[in-house]
């Protein structure tokens, strides 16, 4: 259990900071919609998509690569809390048009992203 807790905190370490980088660069207050949180979801999405594609192929769902580059870096590295933060503040802004292609558009693409990532993964 202590190996799994390590795998996982790395991985979502690593996540985590480069989130913070990404959005960072990306989040531009003059832009209504975040585009560096948009990037992170759809981007994690798509790598989740393949490490989870890659690791049912390889019926390897149940390993340390699951903790540390699925649940820990796609986990620290996606952000649902800041995307329900950022639609939240559009909708009190009274941004609708925003909100609801930042909302659509990352939910709709988030799910492309996984099925992308899933088909891409039985090429590896």
Not at 47 to 76: D, E, R, T, Y
Not at 94 to 99: A, E, Q, S, T, V
Request: proline content about 1%; aromatic content about 12%.
């Amino acid at each position: 259990m202590g190996k799994q807790i390590i795998l996982v905190f790395l991985g979502g370490g690593l996540g985590s900071a480069l989130r913070f980088l990404v959005t960072k660069y990306l989040n531009k207050a003059h832009v209504s919609i975040p585009y560096g949180t948009l990037t992170v979801n759809i981007v994690g999405s798509l790598l989740l998509g393949i490490i989870l594609g890659w690791l049912i192929k390889n019926n390897a769902l149940n390993s340390n690569i699951n903790l540390a580059l699925a649940v820990g870096f796609c986990g620290g590295f996606t952000t649902f809390s800041t995307f329900a933060f950022e639609n939240q503040s559009l909708l009190k802004s009274g941004d609708y048009l925003h909100f609801l292609i930042y909302t659509l558009g990352s939910i709709i693409l988030g799910v492309l992203a996984i099925t992308l990532g899933l088909l891409f993964s039985k090429l590896l």
